[in-house]
T-cell receptor, first 115, second 116 residues
Framework: EAQVTQNPRYLITVTGKKLTVTCSQNMNHEYMSWYRQDPGLGLRQIYYSMNVEVTDKGDVPEGYKVSRKEKRNFPLILESPSPNQTSLYFC??????????????FGPGTRLTVT | AQKVTQAQTEISVVEKEDVTLDCVYETRDTTYYLFWYKQPPSGELVFLIRRNSFDEQNEISGRYSWNFQKSTSSFNFTITASQVVDSAVYFCALSVQTTGANNLFFGTGTRLTVIP
């Protein structure tokens, strides 16, 4: 089954404790992206990757890191989480094109709480 | 800069009523793409439709229809004969070729509640 998986689905942590949210897709997609969803703000893009070893900032990259060492994986790293990073996080993937977008497939979401 | 406005934060309708969700976008790009996504209570995001800026034809898919009007920068979504299963948050989104056609700018969403 074609899918995007995220782990963990729920995470409660404390300020400053480094964490990683994993994202994996099995569709051989070049493009992957991370979004955060906050009430009243919709979804905002954090980082994206057009292919292996190619990443770029989205609209709200501060406080986050990503890496793309393999095509299927795109982990989101919070080196020193703060309470304002409490949010619902979505990973997405699609075939890649700079000219015309393909349908993006979203993961199930990771609800992160930073106390 | 790109912007998507969904002015309706929440809408409630009684089952079988028609409902239209509004979406207004802003961009200076001449090549852009518009999307609608559905987020049911289970939380996942479900792709509904994509249109490009050169195709203003309206589209109908079952009970769903979309009205794209460049003159008013709007891409409205109508559900005919609403059903309880239509209850969800609906997001309109925009992408532009110059910043990467896959990078989506989302509106703030409209929460639709269909009352049985």
């Amino acid at each position: 089954e074609a899918q995007v998986t995220q782990n963990p689905r729920y995470l409660i942590t404390v300020t400053g404790k480094k964490l990683t949210v994993t994202c994996s897709q099995n569709m051989n997609h070049e493009y992957m992206s991370w979004y955060r969803q906050d009430p009243g703000l919709g979804l905002r893009q954090i980082y994206y990757s057009m292919n292996v070893e190619v990443t770029d900032k989205g609209d709200v990259p501060e406080g986050y890191k990503v890496s793309r060492k393999e095509k299927r994986n795109f982990p989101l790293i919070l080196e020193s989480p703060s309470p304002n990073q409490t949010s619902l996080y979505f990973c997405a993937s699609s075939l890649s094109s700079r000219d015309a977008p393909y349908e993006q497939y979203f993961g199930p979401g990771t609800r992160l709480t930073v106390t | 800069a790109q912007k998507v406005t969904q002015a309706q934060t929440e809408i409630s309708v009684v089952e079988k009523e028609d409902v239209t969700l509004d979406c207004v976008y802003e961009t200076r790009d001449t090549t852009y793409y518009l999307f609608w996504y559905k987020q049911p209570p289970s939380g996942e995001l479900v792709f509904l439709i994509r249109r490009n800026s050169f195709d203003e034809q309206n589209e109908i898919s079952g009970r769903y229809s979309w009205n794209f009007q460049k003159s008013t920068s709007s891409f409205n979504f109508t559900i005919t004969a609403s059903q309880v299963v239509d209850s969800a948050v609906y997001f309109c989104a925009l992408s532009v070729q110059t910043t990467g056609a896959n990078n989506l700018f989302f509106g703030t969403g409209t929460r639709l509640t269909v009352i049985p």
